[in-house]
């Protein structure tokens, strides 16, 4: 693998400023936070960090409302210190990932204050998306924001509604506009001429619509049942996932091959045919080079599930290049989301690390979302408490995304976990009180810690080239069993195991010496009795194989993919 492709397996982990580490004791992670604690994602064994946005923005929806792309938003620092965190991160040989909002801007940012007093002709008088509305006053269309009612605002100055997917101070870019893609492509060759080795693209299903403004058909529930989340009643085929997106995708990537060894990331949502738009953002010279999808994050947690999940990516051809991830700051925490024991128990840590091994061994690159090295659970704030406004409109049905976002706990016991310098400056969230339990400072010293096997399991990982650039073939196992093999020719194939249950469970092996033998090193039990494999509840086998040997496991029934 040369270095211009990286990407092609890395480890990214995902820093949410706010909320990683506050140097300044005001409440709020900054970009200085970052680089303090840089040693301590270095030493987990990653590739790269990705970091959502830290641009300056009014915050209505935390960073997502940019105002100027080229700008650090004061609460977070200055230039100055994005540049330290940067060459920080490059001393410990990580990569590092910005984000890019290009669908959207802030109803505050420059653009959208002159657009919305122009004249035609004038001067970003067509910047972002304006349409007249019905004869009787109405929006254009029946479109529906995510975030709650209409996706169309009322402006009086220009006499017409402009669009917004999310919050109606979200307004939209009309990226049909050469003039527009050009600026926001301008904003990108700032950071890649500061240093920055790639980007994450939010929301780019949503970047274009169709021009005609047609309705969106009505997708009844099919219990009857109307949702608390109104978007779900319709089928987005028109003002979402329109083919234009791809000449768009096309520019990025021959702005971002100007520069060698930069790495794009693309957001993909969970609408129907999630994984055909992984591969169709992704597959070929003038695509991106990654994209994760949020299709995995909203299902559950079964041998089935994953499988269909992972089926669904062996269907499509292997051009393209998948990115997985179980948790993110827009997402309940995976260890909670798929709890087996989910409103009884906390989380067994056995079934984190269970998560930890299941993602770092599917074919692709990997996101982790800080705190999944800690086993943090979701947090269950009170509604005072939140700040999300997607939660604050939803409550108490939705919660929001602010469970995911809580304040990364350093330290047991200190105020706020050690989150903050000012101990007496309340944190933008609260930090739970169960979360002090797994602080890092406890972590650290626990050699059996779920930190500790994510650090293990990393540098396991990369001693098998299989694991990381290998196909993958699924096996025909009996739940809660789940099986693949990942191989990669000439060099090793790969036996890998899952078991997703809270009991015991057996696997029947080869014949003794028929192409197979255990692996260790990874930190996880197993042991072999009679031509079993045991592994405990929720437990891993990893064992080299030959293709005849996994072939018996399977029955002979297996899927490349």
Known sequence: MNDREWWRGAVIYQIYPRSFFDSNGDGIGDLKGITEKLDYVARLGVDAIWLSPFFTSPMADFGYDVSDYCGVDPIFGTLDDFDRLLERAHGFGLKVLIDQVWS??????????????????????????????????????????????????????????????????????????????????????????????????????????DGSLPDNPARPPPDGVIPAKPFGLQHHVSDMLQPEIMPFLARIRALTDRYPGIATLAEVSSQDGAFERVHAYTAGSDSLHMAYTLRPLRGGFDAATILRAIADIARIDQQGWTCWSFSNHDVERAVSRWNPKRGRHAPDPAFARLLMALLLCLRGSVCIYQGEELALTEADLAFEDLRDPFGITYYPEFRGRDGSRTPLPWVAGAPHAGFTAGAAQKPWLPVPPEHHAHAVNLAERDPDSVLHAFRRFIEWRKAHPALIRGALTTLDLPEPLLGFERSLVGEERILAVFNLGAESAALDLPEQGAGMAPLSGHGFASTIEGGRAILPPYGVFFATTTEDAAGRLSGGKLAAA
């Open 104 to 209: 959207h801007t802030s109803d505050k940012h420059p653009w959208f204050l002159e657009s919305r007093t122009s004249r035609p002709g004038s001067s970003r008088h067509d910047w972002y998306v304006w349409a007249d509305p019905k004869p009787d006053g109405t929006p254009p269309n029946n479109w529906l924001s995510v975030f709650g009612g209409a996706a169309w605002q009322w402006e009086s100055r220009r006499r017409q509604y402009y669009l917004h997917h999310f919050l109606p101070s979200q307004p939209q870019l009309n990226l049909r506009n050469p003039e527009v893609v050009q600026a926001v492509l301008d904003a990108g060759a700032f950071w890649l001429d500061r240093g920055v080795d790639g980007f994450r693209l939010d929301a780019v299903d949503f970047l274009i619509h």
